[in-house]
């Protein structure tokens, strides 16, 4: 390693840093963790004036940036779009999270039978809420036989997806939609124009995927995380795509491709696991860590942040809730009523 520069950011005590030390470099005190005691600090180190030395701080370096919770970067995240307002995962619920000033949306994907990425929470047409092309509701009882792997597009997209609204979201208005291909999201949020200062929109992809499910629902992780790789690829927003997933499988997968995408693993609220036991399983440590909102704790944050992962935990419907897990330190949140996070951002109940 002599003679190399190490490039990197740390979290560095900053009081601690000695005046004649190798790690060059201003910490930034609008960046701060959880942990008021570290800041951000972008270094370059030189390894052969560092040989031999021991700092008196504690320091980490992320594989990428490292991204803390401030005013101007805490995300929020359309979950499905803005599931609370419209239906779930189509345009219309894609664009009223955009008009409303989300910058990343929320959504998952299947793949269908011609193997096309469809933005769908289910492989199937879920019966509470879609109707078959001849206008009848699914059935529940056979709702898992209409299987969106075995189906074109031009066969998904027969059938309705939000006429008959959302019992579970009394201010979800009802409309005749259907299942969008991942390509049109993007094409649509591309389109998409905020105003001067409009930031580029990210993306944020849920895999949806079971071992189960292989050869009957979906395909196998490595031609998932292809089919979705290629999608992001011709549209040009890889670095602008975080790829979330339950299923360490298909995150592995993501990490072995390397399209510039984040990495994003999801926590369920059972089985409970101590943070280190996930990332264990994992075998990596992904760019951010989402648990269900009512796991998170101050100390779940610090450790997620001490390991260089941003925390962003779903879905978070409450605005006082929200307030209390930003002033927490998460780096954003996912919420189904994208109007209320944002609403509580702007009023000055969540500091900043």
């Not at 201003?26 to 959880?34: A, E, I, L, R």
């Not at 949306?105 to 269908?112: A, C, H, Q, Y």
């Not at 299923?247 to 696991?273: C, H, M, N, S, T």
Request: proline share 7%; with cysteine; glycine share 8%.
């Amino acid at each position: 390693m002599q003679g190399k520069a190490l490039r990197g950011a740390c979290l560095c005590r900053a009081t601690f840093l000695p005046e004649n030390s190798p790690l060059k470099g201003v910490c930034n005190t609008s960046h701060k963790t959880s942990n008021p005691a570290y800041f951000e600090m972008s270094f370059v180190l030189d390894a052969r004036s560092a040989r031999g030395f021991t700092w008196p701080f504690r320091w980490l370096v992320h594989k990428r940036r490292l991204f803390m919770a401030s005013a101007s970067s805490f995300e929020i995240q359309g979950h499905r779009g803005a599931r609370g307002l419209l239906p779930e995962n189509t345009l219309p619920s894609f664009q009223r999270a955009l008009e409303l000033g989300v910058a990343t949306l929320e959504m998952d994907v299947v793949i269908s039978g011609d193997g096309e990425v469809i933005v769908s929470h289910e492989p199937w047409f879920h019966a509470a809420i879609c109707s078959l092309p001849s206008g009848a509701p699914v059935p529940r009882s056979t709702q898992r036989s209409y299987r969106i792997y075995e189906m074109t597009v031009q066969e998904i997209q027969a059938f309705d997806c939000g006429i008959r609204g959302n019992l579970a979201f009394p201010d979800q208005k009802p409309m005749s939609v259907y299942k969008p291909t991942l390509r049109e999201v993007i094409s649509l949020a591309e389109s998409f124009h905020g105003g001067a200062n409009h930031t580029p929109i990210r993306y944020s992809i849920e895999v949806k995927s079971k071992r189960r499910w292989e050869g009957r629902y979906q395909p196998d992780p490595a031609t998932f995380v292809r089919l979705i790789g290629d999608v992001l690829q011709e549209c040009h927003v890889g670095d602008r795509t975080a790829l979330l997933s339950f299923d360490r499988r298909i995150l592995q997968e993501a990490k072995k491709a390397d399209v510039g995408w984040d990495i994003a693993l999801l926590i369920p609220y059972f089985p409970r696991k101590r943070l280190q036991r996930h990332l264990s399983m994992l075998g990596f440590i992904p760019d951010i860590f989402s648990p269900d909102h009512r796991l998170v704790s101050p100390q779940m944050i610090t450790g997620a942040h001490e390991a260089g992962m941003r925390i962003i935990p779903w879905t978070v419907n409450d605005a006082q809730r929200m307030a209390l897990l930003r002033s927490h330190g998460v780096d954003g949140l996912i919420t189904d009523y994208p109007d209320r996070a944002l609403g509580v951002l702007r009023s000055g109940d969540v500091d900043g």
